[in-house]
């Protein structure tokens, strides 16, 4: 293999990364932003968990009823 097709080849790696890692940030920045519009419509609306208008989120708590089931 050529020097010059190593290097073709690693600059065309090099665009697919960039070119993936910018659709890969780009979902999770859609995601985000259509996640603060269901809330803000969910505030609107009435119809919000107690927890969801300080921005903190909280788990559930964990019990031992599952031992019922073995």
């Not at 190593?6 to 070119?19: C, H, P, T």
């Not at 995601?31 to 419509?41: K, S, T």
């Not at 300080?54 to 089931?69: F, I, L, N, V």
Request: hydrophobic letters at 45%; glycine letters at 10%.
């Amino acid at each position: 293999m050529s020097q010059s097709a190593r290097a073709f080849g690693m600059v065309i790696g090099g665009l697919v990364g960039l070119v993936f890692a910018a659709m890969l940030c780009g979902t999770i920045a859609f995601m985000a932003l259509v996640e603060q519009h269901l809330r803000a419509i969910a505030e609107n609306s009435g119809r919000t968990p107690s927890n969801a208008s300080s921005g903190a989120r909280k788990e559930p708590q964990m019990t031992d009823d599952w031992k019922d089931y073995r």
